[in-house]
């Protein structure tokens, strides 16, 4: 991938350079070569006629997450003002066969077109219909960052923490709660009904879940790239991210509603009356015995 910045940067006004970028761009076997090919064509040649519809076509057709996910990036960053744009994202959230193609079409359209009227309404309806976990997990996060003063927007992050049939979303819904509603006065009790009550379990294919969900936090880390860093910044931060994961692998209750709820709890109510004899109960009662462990050390701490 230094070679790719290097030749782009070197030879940029050599008639063969583009034409390299491209091939590169479509078919090297690494995706941070590829990764990297579309950036230095962004960067060199954001004005080529070739440029949009190269990376349309990477969005369809690359078999990597960050090289679909970083050529809708840049397709919102160079072309924006097209009309064409605002119609292919809405398209892309919707019948995209992908879902790191939808989050992202999500999170650009978010910042791109937040005061359009029907981009609340697309992603209410995502996180209340969708089919795929990530998309409506992304969505969640998105409608909170545009439009957590809207008064609908409470109200719907209760029924998802509380009914969402997939656990990734309520516990997405509960981070946002706790983090974003402290004091309101509704909060505490349906943290404690969602610490006691929500039916998560470790079940058979438990393994998979939780590969799925360190998969979706890895790519997560992209959102938060600066496409002015190295690109070994972020393949650092992918490699630590991974081999943090690796480490971890069966520590799939940090994505537990129950202990997000009961660590929310901890956190901002720790002198309330309620919350010794929930962790007593946790402790003693919970179906999960990671979690049971867990509460028992809390227990211990707060005790102290």
Same mark, same amino acid.
């Given at each position: 991938?230094?070679?790719?910045?290097?030749?782009?940067?070197?030879? +940029?006004?050599?008639?063969?350079?583009?034409?390299?970028?491209?091939?590169?761009?479509? @078919?090297?076997?690494?995706?941070?070569?590829?990764?990297?090919?579309?950036?230095?064509?962004?960067?060199?040649?954001?004005?080529?006629?070739?440029?949009?519809?190269?990376?349309?076509?990477?969005?369809?057709?690359?078999?990597?997450?960050?090289?679909?996910?970083?050529?809708?990036?840049?397709?919102?960053?160079?072309?924006?003002?097209?009309?064409?744009?605002?119609?292919?994202? &809405?398209?892309?959230?919707?019948?995209? @066969?992908?879902?790191?193609?939808?989050?992202?079409?999500?999170?650009?359209?978010?910042?791109?077109?937040?005061?359009?009227?029907?981009?609340?309404?697309?992603?209410?309806?995502?996180?209340?219909?969708?089919?795929?976990?990530?998309? +409506?997990?992304?969505?969640?996060?998105?409608?909170?960052?545009?439009?957590?003063?809207?008064?609908? &927007?409470?109200?719907?992050?209760?029924?998802?923490?509380?009914?969402?049939?997939?656990?990734?979303?309520?516990?997405?819904?509960?981070?946002?709660?706790?983090?974003?509603?402290?004091?309101?006065?509704?909060?505490?009790?349906?943290?404690?009904?969602?610490? &006691?009550? /929500?039916?998560?379990?470790?079940?058979?294919?438990? =393994?998979?879940?939780?590969?799925?969900?360190?998969?979706?936090?890895?790519?997560?880390?992209?959102?938060?790239?600066?496409?002015?860093? @190295?690109?070994?910044?972020?393949?650092?931060?992918?490699? /630590?991210?991974? @081999?943090?994961?690796?480490?971890?692998?069966?520590?799939?209750?940090?994505?537990?509603?129950?202990?997000?709820?009961?660590?929310?709890?901890? +956190?901002?109510?720790?002198?309330?009356?309620? &919350?010794?004899?929930?962790?007593?109960?946790?402790?003693?009662?919970?179906?999960?015995?990671?979690?049971?462990?867990?509460?028992? =050390?809390?227990?211990?701490?707060? =005790?102290?």
């Amino acid at each position: 991938a230094v070679a790719v910045e290097q030749i782009a940067r070197g030879w +940029k006004h050599h008639p063969e350079t583009l034409p390299l970028l491209k091939q590169l761009a479509h @078919s090297d076997n690494n995706w941070q070569v590829r990764f990297e090919a579309v950036r230095q064509i962004f960067r060199g040649w954001k004005h080529n006629p070739e440029t949009l519809p190269l990376f349309k076509q990477l969005v369809q057709s690359d078999n990597d997450r960050f090289v679909r996910a970083v050529a809708v990036q840049q397709i919102v960053r160079g072309w924006k003002h097209y009309p064409e744009i605002l119609p292919l994202l &809405t398209q892309w959230i919707q019948l995209n @066969s992908n879902w790191d193609v939808r989050i992202v079409a999500v999170q650009q359209i978010v910042r791109g077109w937040k005061r359009h009227p029907e981009i609340l309404p697309l992603l209410t309806q995502l996180v209340q219909s969708d089919d795929d976990w990530q998309v +409506k997990v992304g969505a969640v996060e998105q409608i909170v960052i545009g439009w957590k003063r809207r008064p609908e &927007t409470l109200p719907l992050l209760k029924q998802l923490a509380q009914s969402d049939d997939d656990w990734q979303v309520r516990s997405e819904a509960l981070d946002q709660i706790a983090k974003g509603w402290k004091s309101h006065p509704e909060i505490l009790p349906l943290l404690h009904e969602c610490a &006691t009550n /929500d039916p998560f379990e470790n079940h058979l294919d438990v =393994e998979e879940n939780l590969r799925l969900a360190l998969e979706f936090g890895r790519f997560n880390l992209l959102s938060n790239y600066d496409y002015n860093d @190295s690109l070994y910044d972020f393949i650092s931060e992918v490699e /630590d991210h991974d @081999s943090f994961e690796s480490e971890n692998y069966n520590k799939l209750n940090e994505f537990n509603p129950r202990q997000i709820a009961l660590e929310a709890i901890v +956190k901002r109510y720790p002198d309330h009356p309620q &919350t010794l004899p929930l962790l007593q109960d946790r402790a003693e009662n919970d179906p999960d015995e990671q979690l049971r462990e867990w509460a028992k =050390e809390k227990l211990q701490r707060l =005790e102290n």
